[in-house]
């Protein structure tokens, strides 16, 4: 599978992808204020630096986007080239490491 950019074009149009304050994550978040909810956003001292966090009731939510995260990888990772098949199977292999750091008890 040829790439239909140049490399310039491609890197362009991958740089302009946001990681954080995505439309979707603006919308719950402005749906979770209206509701009176209150929460941190991109909390680094957390695993994962989740997306929005809930101190009080020890909830962390990641707003992660299909692609980059893999959702449902093994039925389509056969479709793409090497390069991202690598990257995506990394981004995996993190979110399993930092879920499971964020599930452990305080002190461990």
Not at 18 to 39: D, M, P, Q, Y
Not at 67 to 72: D, E, P, S, V
Request: charged residues 30%; positive net charge; hydrophobic residues 35%.
């Amino acid at each position: 599978m040829t790439d239909c950019m140049t490399k310039q074009q491609r890197s362009y149009v991958m740089s302009r992808i946001r990681g954080k304050n995505t439309s979707i994550e603006l919308i719950l978040r402005s749906a979770l204020h209206i509701k009176g909810r209150r929460f941190r956003t991109h909390v680094r001292d957390l695993p994962g630096t989740p997306d929005i966090v809930f101190s009080r009731a020890k909830l962390a939510v990641f707003v992660d986007g299909d692609f980059w995260h893999g959702y449902m990888f093994p039925r389509w990772e056969m479709t793409l080239p090497k390069f991202w098949r690598k990257k995506i199977r990394t981004n995996r292999a993190r979110d399993r490491r930092c879920h499971a750091r964020l599930r452990r008890p305080a002190g461990r």
